[in-house]
């Protein structure tokens, strides 16, 4: 597969570019016609209150998910298809992950395409759809009511479709088509997959009528859930990513084709083998999973060796343990498939290290770098110059944003370990120090939209000063 090519720049061009870009759609949002969101064209850009409620919405599911985590997980180890863990699982799927990744992609799409969103006319009754669809499943699954299950399911179904129609849309109008755009459209097809599957078992709980077929659609959904559509989108998405916030130039784009290639040829046979049960189709799927993977690791490194900005932030931190976790949980995961080693225990250490350590641990770390820019660019931008405003850097609370970093990374392994050994006590421990990791995130996302509130100006300061 050949990807058009397009004139090198240096970095400090890229940034420049993609800064500029950012700042055209954030700080001007009265140009757009917020009631209906209809008129987004040309230069017009997306309006902050598009992104930030799933960013925010997202970061919040992501507290709550670290509350319940310690009481929930040793149901885990005994039975994963527990209701309350069904309901903790989509929790970080639908109501994390999934939540934040439509947030930025709104807001970035855009901006890595050189081109305004598409079929936005009703874009402002996403969110609210979206949003009531997850809390109906979720209470659904905690509850273990399947009408509920269905009304927030097929809620889902149709916000996705909605969000699939845009985001199609603005791919296919694309004036530029960079390497990220490929595991967009990938990842677009997958996730229509994902929801019409999982609104499928969701109509099963209540009719029961797939007699034989219920555990190839359940590995079907899981496999293109956490690898067509979540892996596919944070694979793509680093491409511009890391290059962005680490100043990167040089980087061979061949091989991250041959990445989208060989991944997405995986993910096609290893559903093919779990439809038809066909072992040697799921093994040589697999094996290409792990070339993927694999190959995929050592481009990031060779990324990471060309970047201009020496000094690793946080950001960077995270996504290297979340490298580290694809790089070696998913061969484990499709070991394990191909010895039948499928007892809860250990398919509930392998859903921590895929679910939290790569793709959980790659979204907090990009929204420390994606929410502090929106925010500023929409606070500040139209300040600067006239009076002193703070580093974008600045709006993120260091401190607090590395003891998250330690707490995440102490935790989730340890979690593993004590899940494999079926430690509960030690266990629950590992997780409630991942969970304080994961609030520690979510109270500096709050902090960094906290900026949005107008600071009062000198003269009513003094007016208030006066006033007895």
């Not at 392998?350 to 793709?359: C, D, E, N, S």
């Not at 520690?440 to 949005?452: C, D, E, M």
């Amino acid at each position: 597969m050949s990807m058009p090519s397009h004139p090198e720049k240096s970095p400090f061009s890229l940034k420049k570019d993609m800064s500029q870009r950012l700042a055209n759609q954030t700080a001007s949002p009265p140009s757009i016609a917020i009631n209906g969101l209809g008129t987004m064209s040309g230069r017009r850009g997306v309006p902050l209150s598009v992104p930030l409620p799933f960013l925010l919405t997202g970061s919040c599911a992501a507290a709550l998910f670290g509350i319940l985590f310690p009481l929930v997980a040793p149901q885990a180890m005994l039975a994963p298809g527990f209701p309350h863990v069904l309901a903790m699982v989509h929790t970080v799927t639908l109501g994390w992950l999934t939540m934040a990744i439509m947030g930025a992609s709104l807001q970035l799409t855009p901006v890595i395409v050189v081109a305004p969103l598409r079929a936005t006319r009703f874009l402002r009754w996403h969110y609210p759809i979206y949003v009531t669809g997850v809390i109906l499943l979720l209470c659904g699954f905690w509850f273990m009511l399947p009408w509920l299950m269905i009304s927030g399911g097929s809620l889902v179904v149709l916000a996705v479709i909605h969000y699939v129609i845009i985001m199609g849309s603005t791919l296919a109008h694309a004036t530029t088509r960079p390497l990220t755009t490929s595991y967009l459209t990938a990842s677009l097809v997958y996730l229509s997959i994902v929801v019409c599957l999982g609104l499928t078992a969701a109509l099963n709980f209540q009719f029961n009528f797939l007699d034989w077929g219920l555990d190839q659609l359940v590995l079907t959904h899981i496999t293109l859930g956490v690898l067509g559509w979540l892996t596919n989108t944070l694979i793509g998405v680093s491409y511009t990513l890391v290059r962005l916030f680490a100043l990167v130039h040089g980087n061979d784009e061949r091989r991250g084709q041959r990445i989208f290639i060989l991944l997405n040829v995986s993910i096609v046979l290893l559903v093919l083998g779990f439809i038809s049960s066909w072992q040697e189709i799921i093994i040589l799927g697999g094996i290409i999973l792990v070339a993927a993977v694999w190959l995929f690791a050592y481009d990031y490194v060779c990324m990471l060796r060309l970047r201009k900005r020496k000094v690793l932030d946080v950001t960077q931190y995270h996504s290297i343990a979340a490298v580290v976790y694809l790089g070696l949980m998913l061969p484990g995961a499709i070991l394990i498939e191909s010895m039948g080693w499928n007892a809860p225990r250990i398919l509930a250490a392998l859903a921590l290290g895929i679910l939290l350590g790569w793709l959980g641990q790659s979204i907090v770390g990009y929204l420390y770098k994606i929410v502090p820019f929106l925010v500023w660019h929409a606070r500040y931008g139209s300040e600067v110059g006239r009076k002193k405003v703070p580093l974008m850097r600045e709006l993120v609370h260091e401190r607090w944003a590395w003891l998250s970093w330690w707490l995440i990374n102490l935790g989730l392994p340890l979690a593993i370990l004590a899940a494999l050994l079926s430690w509960v006590l030690p266990l629950q421990i590992a997780c409630a120090l991942f969970g304080i990791g994961l609030i520690l995130a979510a109270i500096n996302v709050a902090g960094i939209v906290s900026h949005l509130r107008p600071l009062p100006s000198s003269a009513s300061l003094k007016q208030e000063a006066s006033t007895p």
